[in-house]
C-alpha cells in the first residue's frame, strides 16, 4: 500500500481502497479504534459486576434500601466521569485514524503511537469541529429529516480538513461544504454503508447473547444474567471496534478523491516530488575593452 495512485475514483473503488487499506493495516486501526472503546467496555462491565442482589426477598429489600442511594450516587458520579474521558479518548483516536489512513495513503508510514503523537495540540481544535457539526446535523432535523441527512453528507470530510490542513471548527465545515458540492450521492453511499456494517457487526456480536439474557432471565438465573451480559458486553466491544475504522478511512479516502478531482492534488503532489532542475549556466560574458 506504499505506492496508491492518486487519480479520481469512482464509488466503488473508493470502497474498495477503504477496505484494502483497512485489510492491509488491520492490527493498526483495531489498536487505534480500540482506546474508546475500552472505556465503554470497562464502564459497561463494572455496571454489571454491580448486579450482586442476594437471592432471598427480605435480605434483597434491606439491602436495597441501604445501598440503593450510595449505588445511584456513584453510578452517576462514574457515568459523568466515564462519559468525559471516553470522548475525550474518542477525539484523539478519531484524529490518530485520519493521520493513520492519511500516512498510509501518502506513502508514509503509519504506527498507532506516531498516529496519535500527532494529535498533540490538536485536540480541541477537534472538539469544536465535532461541536459545530453535531450543532448543524442536529439543526437539519428543525427542516426536515432530509435536511439531517443532507447536513451529515455535505460534513462528513470535516474532520480530515482539520486535522490535514490544520484548519479551524467553522473553516472546517466550511471547507467540507465546500469540497462535497456535487458530491453528496457518493458521500450518502459511505455514511450508509458504515450504519449498515455497524448494525450487522453489533447484530453478529450482541443479538445472540441478548436472547440468551432473556432465556436465563425467564429462568430467573442471576448467575447466568451475569455471565451474558459479560458476555454481551465483550460481544459490543468487538463489534465497535471493528466498524468504526471503516467510516474514518472512507471518509478520509473521499476527501483526498474530492481534492483530486477539484484541486488537482495528485499533480501537486507530483511536482512535490520532482527534485528542482538546476539552473542552466549563465552564458559568459564578452570581454570588455578596458580589461
Known sequence: MANLDLRPL???EILDRTFSIYRAHFLLFMGIAAVPQAFILIFNLGETLLITLPTNPVTARAASSTLKPAMFGAFAAGALLGGIVFFAAYIYSHGAAVNAVSDIYLGRPATILGSFRKMRGHAANLLGVMILNGLAVFAGFFVFIVGA???MCRLCT????????????????????????DNVGRALA???LYFAISYALVGLFSVPFLIMIGVATYQKSLAMIQFWTVMNTLGAFIGGTLATPVVTIATTVFYYDLRVRKEAFDLQ??????????Q????PSLPSPLS
Open 10 to 12: 469512482s464509488l466503488g
Open 149 to 151: 441527512f443532507y447536513a
Open 158 to 181: 470535516c474532520v480530515p480538513a482539520a486535522i490535514l490542513e490544520d484548519k479551524g471548527p467553522s473553516d472546517s465545515l466550511g471547507r467540507s461544504w465546500e469540497l462535497t458540492q
Open 190 to 192: 459511505i455514511i450508509a
Open 269 to 278: 503532489m507530483m511536482m512535490a516530488t520532482v527534485p528542482a532542475v538546476n
Open 280 to 283: 542552466p549556466p549563465a552564458a
